[in-house]
């Protein structure tokens, strides 16, 4: 079993949460719940994985916050 970093932000337009794996392109979705969204990265990833292992093209670090004055 492999453990995949994932990013997901609330689109502000529709509402929905989209999420994706960082550097990984067609690794992504939407759902109106995060469990929503989670269970489809688990279906997408599952799918694009029967490719064979990715190379990714960046690594997920962290987010950070930003103090602007």
Do not use: C
């Not at 995949?4 to 550097?23: C, H, M």
């Not at 719940?33 to 688990?42: A, G, K, R």
């Amino acid at each position: 079993m492999k453990t995949y970093d994932v990013v997901v932000e609330r689109d502000a337009d529709t509402g929905l949460f989209v999420g994706y794996v960082p550097g990984w392109p067609g690794a992504h979705t939407q759902g109106s719940t995060m469990d929503e969204v989670e269970d489809n990265l688990q279906e997408v990833i599952s799918m694009l994985l029967e490719d064979g292992e990715p190379e990714l093209e960046s690594e997920f670090v962290g987010v950070r916050k930003v103090q602007v004055a």
